[in-house]
C-alpha cells in the first residue's frame, strides 16, 4: 500500500474507555501522520480509584508511556516524532466523560506503521495499568475488537473495582 492509499484512510480504535487514532495529516509531502490517543478517566476510576497517588493517575501515565514507545516505534522506522501544540484530535472521544489524550506529528511515516501504533497501543496501555495498580488481572495477548476490549475492562472494572 503507497502512502497515497495510506492518506486516504484512517486508522481507528475507539471504545468508552479508550482510543488510538492515526490519520493523514494536512502536510501530506511529508508524508505526515497525526497520531490521536486517550484515556476516558471516568469509567477506568473503578480500577485506578485510590490505588495511586493524587499525582499519577495509572491511566494516563500508561497513555504517556505509550506514546513514549510509539515515539520510539516511528524514530526505529526512518520516521520524526513531533510534538503537536494544537489539539488537531478534538472531537475522537466518544463520550463526554473527562479524557485525557497525548498527540503526534510523526513525518516520513513508513506504510506499515499506522497499522503497528493501532495493534500496539490498546494491548500496552492495558498492560501498563495493570502493572501499575498491581491488579494481576489476566489480560488478552492479541488485540481484542473495541466492542469486545470494552467488555473486557467493564468486566474488570466489575471484578477489581473497589
Given at each position: ?75 526505529a522506522s526512518g520516521a ?33 506503521l499506522p497499522d503497528e ?46
Amino acid at each position: 500500500m503507497s502512502f497515497e492509499e495510506i492518506a486516504q484512510k484512517s486508522y481507528e480504535y475507539i471504545n468508552e474507555f479508550l482510543y488510538f487514532v492515526v490519520r493523514p495529516h494536512k502536510n501530506r509531502e511529508k508524508r505526515s501522520l497525526l497520531y490521536c490517543s486517550g484515556v476516558n478517566i471516568v469509567r477506568f476510576l473503578p480500577i485506578t480509584k485510590g490505588r495511586h497517588r493524587p499525582m499519577s493517575n495509572p491511566a494516563m501515565r500508561g497513555l504517556q508511556l505509550v506514546n513514549i514507545e510509539v515515539r520510539a516505534m516511528a524514530l526505529a522506522s526512518g520516521a520524526t516524532p513531533k510534538a503537536l501544540r494544537e489539539n488537531e484530535c478534538v472531537g475522537i472521544a466518544p463520550t463526554k466523560d473527562s479524557w485525557y489524550t497525548e498527540r503526534l506529528l510523526i513525518e516520513n511515516a513508513p506504510e506499515s506503521l499506522p497499522d503497528e501504533i493501532i495493534t500496539y497501543g490498546p494491548i500496552n496501555l492495558l498492560k501498563k495499568i495493570n502493572k501499575a495498580i498491581l491488579l494481576g488481572a489476566k489480560l488478552p495477548e492479541e488485540l481484542l475488537k473495541p466492542d469486545e476490549l470494552q467488555m473486557f475492562i467493564e468486566n474488570l472494572c466489575s471484578e477489581y473495582g473497589m
